[in-house]
């Protein structure tokens, strides 16, 4: 799944960020999509890249990893599940100056 969300100034892209994900395994993917979209409602607001760092509900578990600030970062989310890796992304985030 790719992803992405783009604000525009002045007809010019502002802030860019695109992300590409993939579930593993034979797993249920409304069951990795639901714990997801929950993770994302925790987003710190002094972090806003997606969702919070570690998330848990019931035995999956969430992380995101990233690096940089809001004008310029990258990162990974995981989902894990028994030790075992089910989903997988890898975030990038650009924006451009104001003028």
Request: aromatic share 16%; with cysteine; net charge positive.
């Given at each position: 799944?790719?992803?992405?969300?783009?604000?525009?100034?002045?007809?010019?892209?502002?802030?860019?960020?695109?992300?590409y994900?993939?579930?593993?395994?034979?797993?249920?993917?409304?069951?990795v999509?639901?714990?997801?979209?929950?993770?994302?409602?925790?987003?710190?607001?002094?972090?806003?890249?997606?969702?919070?760092?570690?998330?848990?509900?019931?035995?999956?578990?969430?992380?995101?990893?990233?690096?940089?600030?809001?004008?310029?970062?990258?990162?990974?989310?995981?989902?894990?599940?028994?030790?075992?890796?089910?989903?997988?992304?890898?975030?990038?985030?650009?924006?451009?100056?104001?003028?």
């Amino acid at each position: 799944m790719e992803e992405g969300q783009s604000f525009f100034y002045k007809n010019k892209p502002f802030w860019i960020m695109v992300y590409y994900g993939i579930v593993i395994n034979e797993i249920k993917i409304d069951s990795v999509y639901r714990v997801l979209r929950n993770a994302l409602i925790k987003m710190p607001g002094d972090y806003p890249y997606r969702g919070p760092k570690k998330y848990k509900e019931n035995n999956y578990i969430y992380q995101n990893i990233w690096n940089g600030k809001i004008d310029r970062f990258s990162g990974e989310e995981k989902i894990i599940i028994s030790n075992k890796l089910i989903y997988n992304a890898i975030i990038r985030q650009c924006c451009n100056k104001m003028k």
